[in-house]
């Protein structure tokens, strides 16, 4: 395939205003039959070829106004439809096309999961069911009539709403016909069939339209549906209030399914889920399970107005809908949740997941402007940078500019397929700013990286702060222009007292940045000088990580311990204790590579324990004790890592924390256990996540008490929370508890699929030599299959990306493996092949004896012909 770029895009000089489907599911002979209504494209080529887009279809016929095409005019593959002189007015085109949905592995398109037929077409799966523009920029009214046998398919649901439905006399036979008169693109094109459950509910939106809402899940797990239907209220009710965004339609259908490629789609009135983020009780789910099941309710809820209202003009564009929606998410789980808690995670997901791709080979632009295969672009850049940009557009200029800019955004561009400078010109406009540097920030790839020198000077009684930026080259981008960095700070008197801010001489800050309290870095380098400040001060800067970049920190470590104590900016407060962490952290990687045994500084140790014992938001606190992962100390090391020596640093420490706050964290065990009935709400999770840090903390120092403790906890567990918690300390200390544990919850859960997930996470990330042969072994397990991605990403992708240790082992046995298995899985399922082979993208950065077998792997992946575009993109760009 060839490289599509952005400089290329063209309007279609086609349009398709109607589409007519008639959809007769059969399992392996689905008949589908299209009729378009075309016209010429004002915008287009007059007099250009009609080519619309196909993948390995079977069309039966083609009509062209109702008449056969003469053959020299038509021009007909799997992969594409030409017609050569298409008529210069308005036309209809009749086909009919043969699809066989079982035998659809790759999940694109129409296929089967369970007893049900679903599809996924963003972003070109629409061409696997019929001919088509497709493309985002070519919007229609679709009506959709879907047949099936009554026995097979009770349930018949597409976009928009139902206008029709019968039974066919004598056939066992039945339909349903939809209507969605909203134009949309074909990749938000949704049918569903099948015997399903399903709960339903209403909601009446501020306007007083009364929607039906359904949620559509295996029959016998309706009940697990609840929560979902409750996040799904409490996210269209949030909509409204803050963004003004009502919904459209009268119905809202979400539909859960077993085997799907990633989280959930959006399709308009249909969003199609992986069920993982739909089902969950208190018995198989988890507390961050909970979570993350209403933060994908409300994304794929917002993209109703932010995707799909307002949608593409070409996949270029991809974080308009995605980096939004995304920033949209994050605020509601903020409102829903405690926002200081919010926020560290969702930057410790943007550290662990979007700062290795953007150091990498894969690194690419939040709007790229190449790409070989669409479907790899789909990543924490795009999705968790995008959104990170759009926060840092609201820290700019303001909560009040940046909604003006968002009620332009929706007015002007209602209906259309936009692009980000169009995005971007109506905050330009609300806040009459220009925002060309900050846009800088969708055209450069990499993470930026701050330098800050502080210097006080007790005669003049000034702060000194010098800023600097710089950026390392990432593929195709040797020097980088300097970006607009918003600096959220603050200045604290070392007993915490907040110190007012005046500044002056030269190089002041402005009146504005006072106010607002952010510091714009424009340029390569800045001075800011700040006048009459009485004593030392701790500066706190990067607030609430005010931007997606790496702050160099040069801070004293009593500094970092009067920030943990006192700062007023919760996100800091945790920041200064990873910073402390991960000070330590590397120094004993250090040690731990010369053979000596790595010493930890007490006043640390000190430092968490004085956070324990406040007793304020159990959240928080559990976030400051949980020290930076692997893959974290491995990025903030850059290059030469050896994951060996990580390891065991991160597990001197855990221990030191464990035997020097014995008392403190058995105590703070014992204090949260709870008595009260079983609640999702961030309170609650709060505790439980405090008590099981704590617990995994205690047991890491003093393991003949606390395994016991762990049983205990894992034996009479009521919640699926605690009962992970404890069989993942459990299943980290090697010993028979480890295998009767393991042992026991298999047979408890083994009807639960997403349940049994969790045991397969849980043993692909056992850092031992021994866990590879476990993982193959476990590949043989009944409950296995590479066919569905939810068990493929719980054993293969653990282990890829949850094991440094192994994964990465000195042999090179971890990388050999993963290859084999992408190279099984192309032929099966090459997106999330795909995926799994992005697992090696931080391989440049480990030292030479791993270097040189992660690329050998990768080679061995490269050089097999007949590889997939998608597998073929990851293994050339990651070796580039
Ligand atoms: N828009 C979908 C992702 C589609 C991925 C296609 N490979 C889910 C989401 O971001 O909401
Ligand atoms: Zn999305």
């Keep these: ?89 308005p036309f209809h085109l009749e086909i009919e096309t043969e699809i066989d949905p079982t035998a659809n592995t790759r999940l694109m398109g129409l296929y089967r999961s369970g007893t049900a037929y679903c599809t996924q077409c963003e972003a070109e799966g629409f061409r696997r069911i019929t001919y088509f523009l497709d493309r985002p920029d070519v919007l229609s009214v679709y009506t959709t009539r879907i047949e ?19 039974t066919i006399e004598g056939t066992g036979r039945h339909f349903a016909i939809w209507h969605d008169p909203f134009p949309k693109p074909c990749y938000l094109f949704a049918l569903v069939g099948g015997i399903l459950g399903s709960i339903h509910d209403r909601f009446v939106t501020r306007s007083g339209r009364d929607v039906a809402l359904g949620i559509y899940v295996e029959p016998g797990k309706e009940t697990s549906a609840t929560y979902a239907m409750d996040a799904l209220k409490r996210s269209m009710a949030w909509d409204e209030e803050v963004f003004g965004r009502e919904y459209d339609l009268d119905v809202f259908n979400i539909v859960a399914v077993s085997d799907f490629n990633m989280g959930a789609m959006e399709n308009k009135g249909l969003n199609v889920f992986n069920d993982k983020y739909v089902l969950a009780s208190p018995a198989t789910a988890t507390d961050t399970d909970y979570a993350q099941i209403e933060a994908v309710i409300a994304h794929e809820y917002f993209h109703n107005w932010t995707g799909n209202r307002i949608t593409c003009r070409d996949w270029f564009q991809l974080c308009l809908k995605e980096g939004l929606t995304v920033y949209r998410d994050h605020e509601f789980s903020a409102d829903m949740r405690s ?42 850049t795009v999705y968790e940078k995008g959104a990170e940009l759009i926060r840092m557009l609201k820290v700019l200029i303001g909560d009040e500019a940046f909604h003006k800019g968002m009620d332009l955004y929706f007015a002007r561009h209602d209906g259309t397929a936009a692009t980000i400078e169009e995005f971007i010109a109506c905050f330009a406009e609300a806040a009459k700013r220009d925002l060309t540097q900050f846009s800088l920030w969708y055209h450069q790839s990499g993470t930026p990286h701050v330098e800050v020198e502080s210097a006080y000077d007790k005669q003049a009684q000034t702060l000194t702060l010098d800023f600097t930026q710089s950026c390392k080259p990432t593929p195709g981008q040797d ?81 970092l311990l009067t920030l943990v104590a006192h700062d007023t900016d919760s996100f800091n407060r945790w920041q200064a204790a990873q910073t402390y962490a991960t000070r330590q952290l590397l120094h004993a990687v250090e ?26 938001d159990p959240a928080f606190i559990a976030q400051v004790i949980t020290l930076p992962g692997e893959a974290d100390l491995a990025r903030e090391i850059g290059e030469n890592v050896d994951p060996d020596a990580i390891h065991g640093a991160r597990k001197a420490l855990r221990q030191a924390i464990g035997e020097g706050l014995k008392p403190n964290l058995l105590q703070t065990y014992q204090a949260l256990t709870s008595k009260d009935p079983y609640s999702p709400d961030a309170t609650a999770a709060g505790r439980r996540a405090l008590r099981n840090a704590a617990l995994d903390l205690f047991c890491a120092g003093n393991p003949e008490e606390g395994l016991p403790l762990a049983l205990q906890q894992f034996e009479s567990a009521t919640t699926m929370t605690d009962k992970i918690a404890a069989l993942s300390i459990l299943t980290a200390h090697a010993g028979p508890e480890r295998e009767k ?36 072994s476990l590949m043989q397990h009944a409950a296995f299959s590479l066919h ?35 190279l099984e899985l192309d032929s099966i399922n090459p997106q999330v092949a795909a995926r799994l082979l992005a697992a090696f993208r931080s391989w440049r950065s480990l030292e030479t004896k791993r270097q040189g077998l992660a690329e050998a792997a990768l080679r061995r992946v490269a050089s097999v012909s007949g590889l997939s575009p998608d597998v073929k993109d990851i293994a050339e760009r990651s070796l580039g």
């Design 339 to 380: 926002r200081a808690v919010r926020r560290i995670a969702d930057v410790r997901t943007l550290r662990s997941q979007q700062f290795p791709e953007d150091a990498g080979p894969l690194a690419h632009n939040v709007r790229p402007d190449t790409y070989l295969e669409i479907n790899n672009f789909y990543t924490a």
């Design 788 to 822: 569905n991605p939810n068990r493929t990403r719980s054993l293969i992708g653990a282990f890829a990306t949850g094991n440094q240790t192994q994964f990465n082992a000195a042999d090179g046995s971890g990388y050999d493996f993963l290859a084999g298995i992408v």
């Design 148 to 166: 099936a046998d009554f026995r097979e398919a009770q349930v018949l649901l597409g976009n928009g709403n139902r206008i029709e439905s019968g």
């Design 1 to 89: 395939p060839q490289p599509v770029r952005l400089a290329d895009y063209r309007p279609s000089d086609y349009l398709i205003d109607r589409v007519e489907l008639d959809i007769k599911l059969h399992a392996t002979a689905t008949r589908v039959q299209s009729k378009l209504s075309l016209r010429p494209n004002p915008k287009g080529v007059p007099g250009a070829p009609l080519i619309l887009d196909g993948d390995d279809l079977k069309a039966k016929y083609v009509l062209l106004n109702g008449a056969q095409i003469d053959s020299s005019g038509l021009f007909l593959t799997p992969d594409q439809l030409r017609l050569e002189t298409p008529p210069q007015e």
């Design 591 to 616: 040690v731990v590579r010369s053979g000596r045994k790595p010493i930890y500084d007490e006043a640390f140790i000190d430092a968490l324990l004085r956070v324990l014992e406040q007793s304020s």
């Design 479 to 559: 020097t980088k222009q300097p970006f607009l960095i918003p600096i959220a700070f603050g200045l604290i008197a070392s007993d915490g007292a907040p110190i007012a801010l005046q500044a002056g001489g030269s190089d002041q800050a402005s009146e504005d940045e006072l106010a607002r309290g952010v510091i714009e870095l424009a340029t390569t380098r800045r001075r800011v000088v700040f006048q009459s400040v009485p004593t030392r001060p701790v500066p706190s800067l990067l607030r609430g990580f005010s931007a997606p970049v790496r702050l160099g920190n040069s801070s004293s470590e009593a500094d």
């Design 741 to 776: 544990a393991l042992e026991a919850f298999y047979a408890t859960h083994a009807s639960e699929a997403l349940v049994i997930d969790k045991w397969f996470i849980l043993q692909a990330t056992i850092p031992e030599p021994e866990t590879l042969a476990r993982v193959k």
